[in-house]
């Protein structure tokens, strides 16, 4: 889900343990599915593709009774972080709930002016490398056959960045179309419109002759549909036998044209 392209700001890294299945991806915003642990505790780390202001945090959960939530910056060059709290140990399920299986869908929205579900402001307006989540149970009995995990993780749902690849998607697709139907067409757009003096003007026999072409195509491919012919695969030779057919008017004029010029 790396390369994911409505998940245009982190990647996963590390996980400790998921369920078949279930993978820690699934939790990524665009994806479907859940992140799903089997123990009482499971952790997650993402790493930023570049360093980011963290402005809220949407998780949507899995049937995970208590969760939290550290950013960190690099230390030195290694992969090593110095983790501090961005959300502290939040409940999203009761004691009663888990043991029910019941409220495992609840969603939070955490950002830094609300105060059910507030993000520690030691983090606001700095740049982050890296986030570590954490599931657990955390002494509550989990209830049988109820497994946890996480459905959404959605850092900085409001920014423009989530948005502008569904433009660039359609925009590719229209593109994508555009160029198929011109290479069925296969025709030529002139680049500007031709000023007066540059248009060819057809006198009455070229364009009768056109238009007796352009009918004998269409009968071609109406004989096509009904038969299974392939009139692609007629050789030279029978093209210009058919052309003959539907062009008298033209091959008669030229005929009297020829005998005119050899009478003068």
């Not at 423009?160 to 229209?174: G, H, L, M």
Request: charged fraction near 30%; glycine fraction near 6%; hydrophobic fraction near 30%.
């Amino acid at each position: 889900k790396e390369t994911n392209p409505l998940n245009p700001m982190y990647k996963i890294t590390k996980v400790s343990e998921q369920d078949p299945g279930f993978e820690a991806e699934n939790v990524l915003p665009g994806a479907s599915g859940t992140w799903q642990i089997s123990n009482k505790k499971a952790t997650l780390e993402i790493e930023f593709l570049k360093p980011t202001v963290i402005n809220s945090v949407r998780i949507q959960n899995g049937g995970t009774p208590i969760i939290d939530i550290k950013v960190a910056t690099k230390v030195g060059m290694k992969d090593k972080y110095n983790w501090k709290p961005l959300i502290r140990q939040t409940i999203f399920m009761k004691g009663s709930q888990v043991t029910a299986g019941t409220n495992r869908d609840g969603e939070k929205i955490f950002e830094y002016n609300k105060k059910d579900a507030l993000l520690d402001s030691l983090c606001k307006d700095k740049e982050w490398d890296a986030a570590l989540i954490t599931c657990s149970h955390m002494g509550f009995k989990p209830g049988s056959g109820f497994p946890m995990g996480l459905t959404t993780l959605h850092f900085n749902h409001n920014d423009p960045i989530w948005e502008q690849p569904y433009a660039d998607e359609e925009e590719e697709q229209k593109q994508e179309i555009e160029e198929e139907e011109d290479q069925k067409m296969d025709v030529d757009i002139p680049s500007s419109i031709p000023e007066d003096d540059d248009v060819i003007e057809l006198d009455e026999n070229e364009i009768q002759r056109l238009k007796a072409v352009h009918n004998a195509v269409e009968l071609w491919e109406l004989e096509e549909q009904k038969d299974g012919s392939d009139t692609d695969a007629m050789s030279e030779e029978e093209i210009q036998h058919r052309l003959a057919s539907v062009l008298p008017t033209s091959n008669n004029n030229n005929n009297n044209n020829n005998n005119n010029n050899n009478s003068n």
